[in-house]
């Protein structure tokens, strides 16, 4: 008995997922020939390929985002052996104020005074006394003002000791052998073909 297959109708009906889309970082190619590959042997459950071609646009619209959301986790960068990543900033602020007023008076009496003798005597006596008074005032009125900032950032990473790093290494290889073309093309199968062996 002749069963009708969807590579069978790729065949004739080469645009056939000519409306496959799929969002950046998935190759519509891999995921198409990955269909073809993994279907191959199973009868379509809808045997107009018009309908199947419309069929393709509904379908990658409606898992349109659960796909965006595998990818991005698959393209998140992360260091397998850690489970701890916590990031901090922290901005300390300070304003400060210093004042500085005083009032400085100097004051002096300067007392001059001159004496002479006659030729004729050696007694000295006053001839010419001045006195100078000087003063002076000064005042200080100063006013400094300053403001400091200062943004500091921390990361503490590594491994809390919850989880071995064999068993993060497990859980990594798990996730590599996870294979999102696989995925999206089991996901087509189940809703395109019937899966009878």
Do not use: C
């Not at 269909?35 to 619209?61: G, Q, T």
């Amino acid at each position: 008995m002749a069963t009708m297959t969807l590579i069978g109708i790729y065949n004739v009906t080469p645009n056939l997922f000519e409306f496959l889309d799929l969002p950046d970082g998935i190759d519509a190619e891999t995921v198409r020939d990955n269909i073809l590959l993994k279907s191959a042997n199973f009868e379509v459950l809808y045997s107009n390929p018009e309908f199947i071609h419309d069929a393709i646009k509904v379908w990658s619209a409606k898992w349109y985002r659960t796909f965006d959301r595998w990818q991005k986790a698959l393209a998140i960068d992360y260091d397998p052996l850690e489970n701890y990543d916590r990031r901090e900033e922290w901005t300390d602020t300070g304003n400060g104020k210093s004042k500085v007023e005083g009032t400085t008076n100097d004051k002096a009496d300067v007392t001059t005074q001159q004496k002479v003798s006659a030729y004729n005597s050696d007694t000295m006596r006053d001839n010419v006394e001045t006195t100078t008074e000087s003063s002076s005032e000064s005042s200080i009125d100063n006013t400094n003002t300053s403001e400091t900032k200062n943004v500091r950032t921390g990361r503490s990473h590594g491994n809390i000791g919850v989880t071995t790093s064999q068993q993060m290494l497990e859980a990594e290889l798990s996730v590599a052998r996870w294979n999102l073309y696989d995925h999206i093309a089991d996901l087509f199968l189940s809703e395109f073909v019937i899966p009878v062996y």
